[in-house]
């Protein structure tokens, strides 16, 4: 019976041990503690998402946005490996690697781009794919960030603008000719969010035909109200020189955006519960309770949720943005 008492509780301890990387309802988000622990509450809400979109379709990427601290129980490259939460990511992008996460053209500092790199490079141990976007047209320092994410394996991209909306002039650097459909085939890829620069949906989609990139990261909608559609995304997925390439969508899930088609007018003068505020820094973004039942059918739970137009606009993934939106309430 001792014996019994024993193994149960060695059981017990290592449930609670895993408990600390994945997620589950709101009181497993509680640290030992009894705070609410908001890295729990974003790894299930990343985990959850994942599970929704890959039992559609088990090839569907989940690439978070600056998620790094999320690898390890801790956020230290020393911490335990969150196992459940790697195990649900295909991929992860991180801005400003080496240069322009604070601002254009500022180099980050040593200390941190160690930091961060080396939590990429755990996830990476783990077969997870990093797409790194660096923020500089100083061609001295975009050499530099090239060389740095060469050395460490990562995808490289640099941005030409901070509103990701233009590409760079040329085709891309490390241009394959092969076919890429998966994402450890991909040597190269882009990211643009904004398309206004475009007079046109038709101009815009010919605009990114004629790149070789092997990944594009495109947001969903041309505009406010109009999605590209099931053909838009497969002429995108045909790169210039005939061969195929991924096409992912844009995602935030940790913010509520103005301009997107679940905005409600009534927000402004009396928001939701799960909305917190709007970002000062981002005019139209609002920090939202991310473990929110609400807020999640909207993006993912719901019967015609965000991601479910993603799915069915043929996707081939989605790039999640302010995953790192647990730091909005860590830091009040």
């Known amino acids: 019976m001792k014996k019994n008492i024993i193994f149960l509780s060695i059981i017990i301890l290592l449930l609670s041990a895993l408990a600390d990387c994945s997620g589950g309802t709101p009181n497993q988000y509680e640290s030992e503690t009894g705070e ?13 998402i ?9 090839s569907f990427l989940i690439i978070p946005q ?35 996460n ?15 790199s080396g939590l990429l490079n755990i996830a990476q141990a783990q077969g997870i794919t990093v797409l790194s976007v660096n923020y500089c047209d100083i061609e001295g320092m975009a050499a530099e960030a090239l060389e740095f994410d060469s050395k460490n394996g990562f995808l490289s991209y640099i941005s030409p603008s901070y509103g990701l909306d233009e590409l760079p002039e040329g085709q891309p650097i490390n241009e394959n000719s092969d076919n890429v459909d998966l994402l450890s085939l991909a040597k190269n890829w ?8 475009y007079s ?28 590209l559609n099931s053909t838009d995304v497969e002429k995108l997925k045909i790169k210039k020189n005939g061969t195929r390439r991924l096409v992912i969508s844009y995602l935030s899930i940790g913010e509520a955006e103005d301009y997107r088609y679940y905005w409600l007018d009534e927000y402004y003068d009396n928001p939701p519960e ?16 991310y473990w929110n039942d609400e807020w999640q059918s909207i993006i993912a739970t719901g019967e015609n949720s965000y991601l479910m137009k993603i799915i069915n606009a043929g996707f081939d993934g989605v790039y999640l943005d302010i995953v790192d939106g647990y730091e909005t309430f860590e830091d009040n």
């Open 50 to 58: 994942s599970e929704i979109a890959k039992s559609y379709d088990s």
């Open 66 to 100: 600056n998620c790094a601290p999320l690898f390890t129980s801790t956020g230290m490259i020393e911490g335990e490996l969150c196992e459940e939460f790697i195990s649900a990511i295909d991929g992860t992008g991180q801005e400003g690697i080496f240069c322009g």
């Open 274 to 289: 799960w909305i917190v505020g709007e970002n000062p820094e981002w005019q139209g973004n609002y920090p939202v309770e």
């Open 36 to 48: 609410f622990s908001y890295r729990d509450a974003m790894r299930s809400w990343v985990i959850k």
């Open 190 to 197: 882009a990211i643009i969010l904004n398309p206004e620069k």
């Open 200 to 227: 046109t949906k038709e101009a815009y989609i010919h605009a990114l035909c004629e790149t070789n990139y092997d990944i594009l990261v495109i947001d969903a909608y041309f505009d406010d109200n109009k999605m």
């Open 102 to 116: 604070e601002k254009y053209n500022k180099p980050r500092d040593t200390k941190s781009r160690e930091y961060i």
